[in-house]
């Protein structure tokens, strides 16, 4: 599978030259033109000197389906060879766009959202029903070689599925899902990422708690993982990706960006689903109410930083259609630049030689 994307021109201005196109087609209408005159002025002189009735029924033969036919014929060389001039033309521009390639993903993180916020209706039946019932569709369209875990948020975060290819175990683990107090946005983030690259020189302990790790852990090889940790370019890491859905309201816990900033000096990027309307809707439980609404701008700025992807859903439909989206984007890798002017040359090339070749077939010559 192929994904072509951000489709540009280098040289533009190249395109001035696709006016020798137009000028050739009116070039060819003359000829025929011409061609047609010199035809009816024999055709009439061998009329009028024969005035036999076999020629005139000739003539109205003419106009039968036959002749039409051979006509529209007489047209394709032309018009081929025109098509690929144009194309040859267009490559001059130099067209080129990022091109996905397929991928293997390896694993993926589910970080979802638990907070009493997910209790809110104004997705139907509630933002947590909803959001289990997509995640199932997710995880049933991910192929069978692709480990999924599962983080819940709430006001600390845990791995309540590590990484596995059994998709029973995962489903259950996002039926058990009960909302709770507080949203620890951040802390979950990173305890997906950690979980996710257990060798990545991340001190999880340190950025939620800010105690390090080397209090607590005398395994050398750790500390020297995160002693040695070197950044790598924000989405370069094409095997795994965190899915992170939420309204996006986080009030406990270190700063969501900060722990997007991790993921980007890791590679690896974040898809971040925001679930709720930005109006919101007054959530009440245990005599007090609140207002919840979507935070997008947290959740968009995730997404950017870590070159990953924002989806928004409204409703419980638009949420299963964007985890079928999400499907398709993790199966594609890191997008390249490509100079598609080959490409444009070739196929050029190919419909000037076929119009050559038809005309040598129909009409014994080369155009």
Partial sequence: ????????????????????????????????????????????????????????????????????????????????LLLGIACMIF?????????????????????????????????????????????RIFVADQPTQVRIGVVEIAATASVVQSPTEKREDVVKAIDRFQTRQGTALGSGLAIALATLLPEGGLDVEKFISGTSADRWTRDPARLAEIANFKPVPAGSNSTTAIVLLSD?????????????????????????????????????????????????????????????????????????????????RLALGKGRATELSGVFVAIGALLVMLAGLLSMLWFNRIL
């Fill in 1 to 80: 599978m192929l994904d072509i994307r951000e489709p540009v021109l280098l040289w533009p201005l190249m395109l001035w030259l696709m006016l020798i196109v137009p000028v050739l087609v009116v070039l060819y209408w003359r000829m025929l033109a011409r061609q047609k005159r010199d035809a009816l002025r024999y055709a009439s002189l061998g009329l009028f000197e024969t005035g036999s009735a076999a020629a005139v029924a000739g003539v109205a033969a003419q106009k039968n389906w036959r002749h039409m036919l051979k006509r529209s014929r007489a047209h394709a060389p032309a018009m081929l």
């Fill in 91 to 135: 490559a001059i521009s130099r067209p080129q766009a990022i091109i996905m390639l397929p991928t293997r993903m390896d694993a993926v993180m589910l970080a979802m959202d638990v907070s009493g916020s997910m209790k809110a209706t104004d997705v139907k039946p509630n933002r947590l029903v909803a959001a289990q019932e997509a995640a």
């Fill in 248 to 328: 996006g309201e986080s009030n406990t816990g270190p700063e969501l960006l900060d722990a997007a900033k991790l993921a980007a000096e890791r590679g690896v990027r974040v898809y971040t689903v925001g679930i709720g309307t930005t109006t919101g809707t007054t959530l009440t439980a245990d005599g007090w109410s609140m207002r919840v609404r979507l935070d997008e701008a947290s959740l968009k700025k995730v997404a950017d930083t870590t070159h990953g992807e924002y989806f928004k859903a409204g409703n419980a439909a638009e949420l299963k259609k964007i985890y079928k989206q999400l499907s398709a």
